[in-house]
């Protein structure tokens, strides 16, 4: 009888260890995306908005800036980057563990609106799962095209004046999604879209957060209209995340792929 309590007790430990190692502890990632470059993109006028048929309306509250670089002067942030967490391996397809209370997928609409011939988000990150609403809150009739690698992620509607339009069943791709308004063709947008809640959209000074990210070896991934640094910074920037604790990673200079 002896004999068989302490072999599975043996049993026992190895068991439990093994359950210890599988238990997933989490942290916090954050950092500030700046401009790398020495000199600072100005955001100008885009001539062609005084060309369309809807120039009143386009140029009523001033001119429409060019978003391809929005930097601020100060602290050069990189405003409306894409930031994300990939497992440490970066070809790896394996899924992220994720935080119990963020498993679900959130039941709030991601909106983005037209108000004044410019996409209000310039950029967007959402889940897989959740809708799209492309509002038209203008006078004016836009239409929203987004194209993505996936053909469910592919469409073009019209959005009439004061109207709106749900874009459903949107799948998570490995690039941001581009959305378009061929009415207003120099207006131009990005959609983050994820099978996962690790993603960040940078703020105005260049600052993100990712919270109740897996704790252990992970990299964050930079996306401005292009990679961070041009095809190599699809591996992204190796981070651990510490378990109860935040990451810092600091600084990230971005430096956009060369002409």
């Not at 679900?104 to 011939?117: A, L, S």
């Not at 959209?201 to 990679?227: H, M, Q, S």
Request: hydrophobic share 40%; proline share 8%; with cysteine.
């Amino acid at each position: 009888m002896k004999r068989f309590t302490i072999a599975a007790i043996a049993l026992a430990v190895p068991l439990f260890a093994a359950n210890s190692v599988m238990a997933q502890d989490w942290g916090t990632i954050k950092g500030r995306v700046v401009w790398g470059p020495k000199d600072i993109p100005v955001q100008m006028p885009i001539e062609k908005v005084k060309e369309n048929g809807d120039k009143a309306h386009c140029l009523k509250d001033g001119p429409v800036l060019d978003e391809n670089w929005v930097v601020d002067k100060k602290s050069r942030g990189l405003r409306w980057t894409l930031v994300w967490l990939i497992n440490d391996d970066f070809k790896s397809k394996a899924p992220l563990p994720i935080h119990p209370k963020l498993a679900k997928v959130p039941e709030d609409k991601v909106v983005v609106d037209q108000p004044v011939c410019a996409f209000i988000p310039h950029a967007l990150a959402m889940r897989e799962g959740q809708i799209l609403v492309a509002k038209n809150s203008s006078p004016v009739p836009h239409n929203i095209k987004w194209t993505g690698a996936n053909t469910n992620n592919m469409g073009n509607v019209t959005v009439p004046a004061g109207q709106e339009f749900a874009i459903k069943n949107l799948a998570a791709e490995r690039l941001p999604m581009q959305i378009e308004c061929n009415f207003h063709p120099w207006m131009k947008g990005y959609v983050g879209i994820f099978s996962h809640p690790y993603f960040a959209l940078t703020d105005a000074n260049g600052n993100f957060e990712i919270k109740d990210a897996p704790a252990g070896k992970y990299r964050v991934v930079v996306w401005n209209t292009a990679y961070n640094g041009g095809a190599e910074g699809r591996k992204g920037i190796e981070v651990t995340v510490p378990a109860s604790k935040t990451a810092d990673i600091g600084e990230i200079q971005f430096m956009p792929p060369k002409e």
